[in-house]
């Protein structure tokens, strides 16, 4: 007979490079605005939807899996963004894919279930974010998530099927009860056409489905031990409410995990990293020129405000979303001048070395040309 060889699964390098993602269409700078058209609409859950959409002109655009765009919408008169993650894959790059949870009282999220019909068109600036394994080390992985905060991981799990890269990664979904559960048939099936893709849902309560054989109530360092041994091991992606990632973070740090290799997506601004460029001292109450090269208008502002603040107010159409230096929706091309600028993750190194800086984060400490 012929002895058998354990296989020991690698993660495929690339699903941590760059050029993999951009090789799928053409890019799609996060300070554009497109036009999508929804083509399609999908019921997940009694309170969630996915909203298909492509570009009227069928253009293929990249984006790394994880990734969000911010949609522009004027609901009762009132202009409002909002960022959702991509659940779609950039291996399918001609439609891309947000799924929204009804939130109550929330305005976009609301009107899109209400309002949003195949066939509308919007618009939305992106794709930003760096919560995406792009440049992370060539680990096992370990997703946590609850609620909508699966999109993003999905977007992931999807495009790792779709290369064939067939990466060790144990999926581990936390829900209210098994009704509530995002993408349950579809995850169901990628670990079955999948080797080393392990997924497992934790339920609040059993809720309808009284034969329900996953763990019940939350995740806890007992449980995680159980369903994933090797987690100290492993490259963690964590996203959903905040008490959530806060919970996780603890638990983490209870099992003695390192830290440096977690990443979570969050809207809500955590510690700032400060970019600054090496400038003379200038007086505070200097005034500093700001020239927008592409629309040629010309103003006068403060170095103890903001660009995107003084931009705005002086009528200017700039994109933005958080105004936390964290989403990456402002970010624009800096073409003479220098800023300092403090931001939470929404701009990358080799973006700023490219001379890119988010002007919601932004101070000038020169008079500043921007390609505006």
Not at 57 to 74: K, R
Request: aromatic share 8%.
């Amino acid at each position: 007979m012929t002895a058998l060889t354990a296989y020991a699964p690698t993660q495929d390098s690339r699903f941590n490079e760059a050029q993999t993602w951009s090789a799928f269409g053409a890019s799609w700078s996060s300070a554009e605005r497109k036009t999508l058209e929804c083509c399609a609409i999908r019921i997940e859950t009694a309170d969630v939807r996915t909203f298909v959409f492509r570009c009227p002109d069928f253009v293929a655009l990249a984006f790394e899996p994880g990734q969000f765009i911010t949609l522009s919408l004027t609901i009762d008169g009132q202009s409002q963004s909002r960022c959702y993650t991509l659940s779609s894959t950039p291996t399918r790059p001609f439609s891309f894919a947000i799924t929204v949870k009804r939130v109550p009282g929330g305005p976009v999220s609301n009107w899109l279930h209400d309002h949003l019909e195949v066939g509308s068109r919007l618009l939305a600036t992106g794709p930003a974010g760096i919560f995406t394994p792009v440049g992370h080390p060539q680990r096992k992985l370990l997703y946590l998530s609850a609620g909508s905060g699966v999109t993003p991981l999905m977007a992931m799990t999807r495009a790792a099927f779709d290369l064939g890269s067939d990466p060790d990664i144990a999926f581990v979904h936390s829900a209210r009860t098994p009704q509530d559960i995002i993408f349950r048939d579809e995850l169901a099936h990628l670990q079955a056409a999948q080797r080393h893709l392990k997924v497992f849902a934790i339920c609040e309560a059993s809720g309808a489905e009284a034969d329900w054989q996953g763990p019940v109530g939350r995740l806890d360092l007992a449980l995680l031990e159980r369903l994933v041994p090797d987690f100290r091991e492993r490259e963690v992606f964590t996203c959903g409410p905040q008490g959530y990632m806060g919970a996780v973070q603890r638990t983490l740090r209870e099992g003695g995990f390192d830290l440096s290799h977690y990443h979570q997506e969050s809207f809500t601004i955590g510690s700032p990293t400060a970019f600054v460029e090496t400038v003379p001292t200038t007086a505070s109450d200097a005034l500093f020129t700001i020239t927008l090269a592409r629309s040629g208008k010309v103003f006068s502002m403060p170095g103890d405000q903001t660009v995107l603040t003084a931009a705005k107010r002086a009528g200017a159409i700039v994109p933005s979303s958080c105004g936390q230096g964290l989403c990456g929706t402002c970010k624009t091309a800096l073409l003479d001048g220098q800023v300092e600028m403090q931001h939470a993750g929404g701009i990358r190194q080799r973006e700023i070395d490219r001379g890119f800086r988010l002007l919601c984060c932004s101070k000038p400490t020169s008079d500043l040309v921007l390609d505006l």
